[in-house]
């Protein structure tokens, strides 16, 4: 293929990327320039340099990305802190370990749920009991792997609860807020395309407002600019078995196969959880 052919094929492909797709290109002042010396760009044009809908920390496609190494070491220093976290001194106290989170440092989709349970306090990882094999099940039928996702808690520390007592109980406004700045550095360090909310407390931490899951579900929110979908913990589809609820979740995780365009095939538009 000659070169004008060849620009002509990728200037296609942006214009359909700009009218197709909520995300206009972005393009590195740059590689704009670079372009400009081969083929002036038309009035109107296709890439826009650090655009509105740009990442914050677009560097343009010839700056260096976090690579997966250093958001492994960005992680392991925050988790590092994590463990040695006593802002909240009864839950540093009471907890067995830190639960910090789990997966791949690069995944497009991060699930949030509100604390680590007793299950999560005794292996130190997240969603880890009934209702974390319930996620991991919902995640293999959105065509994931458990390891290609990333899954973490709003609070790192399980919920004290009184000596003798069993169950687990939610977390308090406080300790979420205090908790909160860790999380943040998570998504900030992963950069997931979609964010999962997984239950009203994992809502409230992220976005401070209060509301029955019925009125959250199945829209659209946003965490620091990155997409949030809520939907009900897996937990409460444990205790409410209806196929109705079970249904509503995956219908809420067919939008984010859509927003990652991903392809939904036939078995996963008919997928009953
Ligand atoms: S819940 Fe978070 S802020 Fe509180 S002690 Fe644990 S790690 Fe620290």
Same mark, same amino acid.
């Given at each position: 293929?000659?070169?004008p *052919?060849?620009?002509e094929t990728v200037? *296609?492909?942006?214009e359909?990327m700009?009218?197709?797709?909520v995300?206009?290109?972005?393009?590195?002042?740059?590689?704009l320039? =670079?372009?400009n010396?081969?083929?002036?760009?038309r009035e109107?044009d296709i890439?826009e340099?650090? =655009? #509105? !809908?740009?990442p914050?920390?677009y560097?343009?496609?010839?700056?260096?990305?976090p690579s997966?190494?250093?958001?492994i070491e960005?992680?392991?220093?925050v988790q590092?802190?994590? &463990?040695?976290c006593i802002k909240?001194p009864n839950?540093? !106290?009471?907890r067995? *370990?830190?639960?910090?989170?789990?997966g791949? #440092? %690069?995944?497009?989709i /991060?699930? $949030?749920?509100?604390?680590p349970?007793? %299950?999560? %306090?005794a292996?130190?990882?997240?969603?880890v009991?009934r209702?974390? *094999?319930l996620?991991?099940?919902? @995640?293999?039928a /959105?065509g994931?792997?458990?390891?290609?996702?990333y $899954?973490a808690? $709003?609070l790192k520390c399980?919920?004290?609860?009184p000596?003798g007592s069993?169950?687990?109980?939610p977390?308090? #406004?406080?300790?979420m807020?205090?908790?909160?700045p860790?999380l943040m550095?998570?998504i900030d360090? @992963?950069?997931?395309k979609? @964010?999962?909310?997984?239950g009203?407390?994992?809502v409230?931490?992220?976005l401070?407002t209060?509301?029955? /899951?019925?009125?959250?579900r199945?829209r659209? %929110?946003?965490v620091?600019?990155?997409p949030?979908m @809520?939907?009900?913990?897996p937990?409460?589809?444990l205790?409410n078995?209806? #196929? &109705?609820?079970?249904?509503k979740?995956w219908?809420? /995780?067919m939008?984010?196969?859509?927003?990652?365009d991903?392809l939904i095939?036939?078995?996963?538009?008919?997928?009953?959880?």
């Open positions: 293929m000659q070169f *052919q060849a620009l200037l *296609q492909t942006l359909r700009r009218d197709e797709s995300h206009r290109p972005c393009a590195s002042r740059s590689a320039d =670079a372009l010396r081969v083929a002036p760009l109107n890439l340099e650090h =655009a #509105p !809908s740009c914050k920390n560097l343009g496609a010839d700056s260096a990305a997966k190494t250093d958001k960005k992680l392991a220093a590092t802190r994590v &463990s040695a909240c839950l540093a !106290s009471s067995t *370990q830190t639960v910090f989170g789990v791949n #440092p %690069d995944a497009e /991060m699930f $949030i749920g509100e604390a349970g007793a %299950d999560e %306090d292996q130190g990882e997240p969603f009991g209702a974390g *094999q996620l991991t099940k919902i @995640i293999k /959105m994931f792997a458990r390891e290609e996702v $899954i808690n $709003i399980r919920p004290d609860v000596a069993f169950g687990n109980r977390p308090t #406004p406080r300790e807020q205090t908790c909160r860790y550095e998570q360090i @992963i950069k997931p979609v @964010i999962v909310a997984l009203t407390v994992a409230e931490g992220l401070g209060r509301a029955p /899951m019925r009125e959250l199945g659209w %929110d946003s620091n600019g990155t949030l @809520i939907t009900y913990h937990a409460y589809l205790r078995q209806s #196929p &109705s609820e079970k249904r979740v219908e809420d /995780m939008l984010v196969l859509k927003r990652l991903k095939s036939e078995k996963q538009r008919n997928y009953f959880l």
